[in-house]
C-alpha cells in the first residue's frame, strides 16, 4: 500500500518553463490537495478537489492550475515558472473533512 | 479563509526540558489534528481531538482541547533529539473541505 506518492521528488526548472507535479493516491479518498512549504509560512494551500469531478482555489493558486484525473489522480501544473514558485510541493489527500490527512514526500522545486 | 493561529513560531529548548505549542481560532472548531513534520519529511499525523476539554495522551505527548474548543496544546515532557520537527495544528475545513494548517512551531533540541 503505497499511500500517497508524488513525482518528481526534486525539479529543477529555468524561469518561463512549464511543468506537471504529479500525485496519485491508493487509498481510495475523496477529496486531494495541493500545498506548498516555505520556511517560516507553514502549509499554503494552492488547489484543492473536494471529490472527482471537482477543483476549487485555496489561500494562493495564482501561477498555478490543477487537473483531477480521476479519483486517484490530482496533478499540479505550473505554465510558466517563476523564481517565486520555488518551494516544496506536497499533495495530500483524505477520505472527508473531519479526518486524517495523508501527505505524499513532497517535490522540491527550484526555478532559476 | 477561517485561519488558527499556532505560538510559538520557535522553540529551542535542552533535551529534557518541556515543551508547549499552542493553537488558537476566533471560533469554534468541530475538531482540532495535529501533525508532526521531522526534518526533510512530510507532514505525519499524531491525533485528531473532538470532544470539549478532551485530553489525549502519546507516550510524552499530552494533547488537549479547550473547554470553549476554541484552542488546543500540544505538550512534550521530557523532551527528547528524537522529538525535532514542526508540529502542525489543523482545523477542519467546514463545507468547503479546507485543510488549514497553522505556520507550524519549529521545535530543535540541544542534546
Known amino acids: 500500500n503505497a499511500g500517497v506518492t508524488q513525482t518528481p521528488k526534486f525539479q529543477v526548472l529555468k524561469t518561463g518553463q512549464s511543468m506537471t507535479l504529479q500525485c496519485a493516491q491508493d487509498m481510495n479518498h475523496n477529496s486531494m490537495y495541493w500545498y506548498r512549504q516555505d520556511p517560516g509560512m507553514g502549509l499554503r494551500l494552492i488547489y484543492y478537489?473536494?471529490?472527482?469531478?471537482?477543483?476549487d482555489k485555496g489561500e494562493v493558486p495564482n501561477g498555478y492550475n490543477v487537473s483531477r484525473l480521476n479519483k486517484r489522480e490530482f496533478s499540479l501544473r505550473l505554465e510558466s515558472a517563476a523564481p517565486s514558485q520555488t518551494s516544496v510541493y506536497f499533495c495530500?489527500?483524505?477520505?472527508?473533512?473531519?479526518?486524517?490527512?495523508?501527505f505524499g514526500q513532497g517535490t522540491r522545486l527550484t526555478v532559476v | 479563509g477561517q485561519q488558527v493561529m499556532q505560538i510559538p513560531q520557535y522553540q529551542h529548548v535542552q533535551e529534557g526540558e518541556d515543551f508547549t505549542t499552542y493553537c488558537n481560532s476566533s471560533?469554534?472548531?468541530?475538531?482540532i489534528q495535529w501533525y508532526k513534520q521531522r526534518p526533510g519529511g512530510h507532514p505525519v499525523f499524531l491525533i485528531q481531538?473532538?470532544?470539549?476539554?478532551e485530553v489525549k495522551k502519546q507516550k510524552r505527548l499530552t494533547f488537549q482541547f479547550g473547554e470553549a474548543k476554541k484552542n488546543s496544546s500540544l505538550h512534550i515532557t521530557a523532551t527528547q533529539t528524537t522529538d525535532v520537527g514542526t508540529y502542525f495544528c489543523r482545523r477542519s475545513g467546514g463545507s468547503n473541505y479546507k485543510l488549514t494548517f497553522g505556520k507550524g512551531t519549529l521545535l530543535t533540541v540541544n542534546p
Open positions: 471560533t469554534t472548531l468541530s475538531n
Open positions: 478537489s473536494a471529490s472527482e469531478g471537482t477543483t
Open positions: 481531538l473532538v470532544k470539549s476539554g
Open positions: 495530500a489527500s483524505t477520505t472527508g473533512d473531519n479526518t486524517e490527512a495523508f
